[in-house]
């Protein structure tokens, strides 16, 4: 599965554009902001129906517009963009338009047609993007732990994603109850419960799903980080939740009160954790930059490969300015595994493109292409190619 082509409309710093990509590698080269990591953004949009660095949809809008418009064209490729993979008979292209006008809700379509619920595209068309903000992973608290662990889990999961919905939207419905109660400075035992019966039902069921997954998920994590790290240290990831405390029933009923007087639940699955550690230590406390980085990217690479298990095919891969936060070693490291046919369609950022091309040149013999020089965006691409975007200001 591929990304043939894009075309983008007041998406962030784009006007108007569009881009035909090669199903090898894609390079956008140029200096801080022309444009490199939105046009990265746009095409995580197309896959998750979310940006991965604005806030907020709206955030992504053009300033001076009111809406924005990505429209992207995928190609099978032999392999079905249906969740479940598979192999239809005969390749076929998915054209995935995602729309947003100010004060009204993002449209998404699939072949020009709304999905009866959004959480249907999600898992269509995997990516994984390695950014240089990824070791908030480990800086920042449990919400980015589980936000990374969840949307992967989601890509891969349908019945996860849909227990996550209910139970965020369950979460959202108790907590504005709570408010209510506060502010009016009474509570209804009974209608709190109407809440907390399902409420505790579904944190199980994402309980048990997260504790399987990570079983799972940590010896392909663990392999990846030995390949970077040449086995200089050993890590762990320790799934941490109050749902394995045989009382936490008992435990979150007891807990209305203080709920009341916070005005918000404080127990549950959203309360989960994954701890990072390295030779038995915090990695946050004990780890130093280089471990840290080779830990992030040692996840993102798991987690590529356990797509890659699940769909049966390999997602995107989005490496935005990674270059410019990691040493030669773990350079190469990378680009051995491109080398080696490890990743399917890649999209690289660079503000140096000597460096890029230092490193990618010398994979034409082992991948079958050649380097080419400021490819048009409206070049056609071909399969044999290393593709070059020279970004400028007005992209």
């Excluded at 989960?272 to 990695?283: K, M, R």
């Excluded at 049966?312 to 070693?329: A, G």
């Excluded at 046919?341 to 493109?353: S, Y």
Aim: charged content about 25%; some cysteine; glycine content about 6%.
């Amino acid at each position: 599965m591929y990304l043939e082509k894009i075309n983008l409309l007041n998406f962030k710093n784009y006007e108007e554009a569009s881009f035909s990509f090669s199903p090898q590698i894609n390079c956008f080269l140029g200096g801080n902001g022309s444009g490199k990591t939105n046009l990265l953004d746009a095409i995580y949009y197309l896959c998750i129906s979310k940006s991965a660095f604005a806030a907020n949809d709206a955030q992504s809008i053009r300033h001076g517009a009111d809406f924005f418009l990505v429209d992207g064209f995928f190609h099978s490729d032999g392999l079905a963009a249906n969740g479940a993979g598979g192999r239809p008979p005969e390749d076929k292209v998915f054209q995935i338009t995602c729309a947003l006008q100010k004060g009204q809700r993002k449209v998404i379509l699939s072949d020009k047609k709304p999905y009866e619920k959004l959480v249907e595209h999600i898992g269509r068309f995997p990516v994984v993007l390695i950014a240089p903000n990824d070791t908030d992973l480990v800086r920042e608290g449990s919400e980015e732990r589980r936000r990374f662990f969840d949307t992967m889990l989601s890509q891969i999961d349908p019945l996860y994603l849909e227990n996550l919905v209910q139970y965020n939207n369950l979460l959202k419905q108790r907590n504005s109850l709570l408010r209510l109660f506060a502010d009016r400075r009474y509570s209804d035992e009974d209608m709190i419960e109407t809440y907390d019966a399902p409420l505790i039902e579904l944190a199980y069921q994402l309980y048990g799903q997260r504790r399987e997954f990570i079983g799972i998920f940590q010896p392909v994590f663990q392999k990846h980080y030995t390949y970077l790290s040449e086995s200089r240290e050993s890590v762990d990831l320790v799934y941490e939740s109050e749902l394995a405390d045989p009382n936490f029933r008992r435990d979150f009923t007891h807990s209305r009160v203080r709920d009341l007087q916070l005005q918000r639940t404080n127990k549950g699955a959203h309360k989960d954790d994954f701890i990072f550690e390295i030779n038995g230590f915090s990695l946050k406390k004990f780890g130093s930059q280089g471990q840290q980085k080779s830990f992030v990217i040692a996840l993102k690479l798991a987690q590529f490969e356990i797509i890659a298990h699940h769909k049966q095919f390999r997602p995107l891969l989005l490496l935005d300015d990674i270059f410019d936060k990691l040493d030669d070693r773990r350079i190469w490291k990378l680009t051995q595994m491109i080398a080696d046919e490890i990743f399917g369609q890649l999209f690289v950022t660079d503000a140096r493109p000597e460096r890029t091309e230092r490193f990618f040149s010398g994979l034409g013999t082992q991948r079958h292409s050649t380097w080419r020089h400021s490819v048009p965006a409206n070049a056609q691409p071909n399969a044999d190619q290393v593709k070059v975007f020279r970004m400028g200001p007005s992209e």
